[in-house]
């Protein structure tokens, strides 16, 4: 164990001397009680921007709604519009036409 101990010593001493005291941190470690409760916020904060886009997207869409609406009126019946030249199989009205008379 002791041949251990000083073949270790060398190592470290041909690598650059390596002190026996621990480096400075470069930065605050995040553990995963910090990162839960990060992510607890961001899960409320996600929440609550979800239920006022559901309450905005509700309210316009019921001011668009009660709205109505406009109906433009009937264009003039010009004849070249309807213009056959040979019946339909289903008959002469079109298919989901109904025939005014």
């Known amino acids: 164990m002791a041949s251990a101990i000083v073949r270790s010593g060398l190592r470290s001493a041909i690598r650059g001397g390596a002190s026996r005291t621990a480096p400075a941190p470069a930065s605050k470690r995040t553990f995963s009680a910090s990162a839960h409760h990060d992510e607890a916020a961001e899960a409320s904060k996600w929440e609550k921007i979800t239920y006022l886009g559901i309450a905005t997207c509700s309210t316009l869409s019921v001011y668009n709604l009660s709205k109505g609406h406009h109906h433009h009126e009937e264009p003039p019946p010009y004849p070249y519009l309807h213009i056959r030249n040979k019946e339909f199989p289903w008959g002469p009205d079109g298919l989901f036409e109904?025939?005014?008379?």
């Not at 109904?98 to 008379?101: C, G, N």
Request: charged share 50%.
């Open 98 to 101: 109904e025939k005014h008379h």
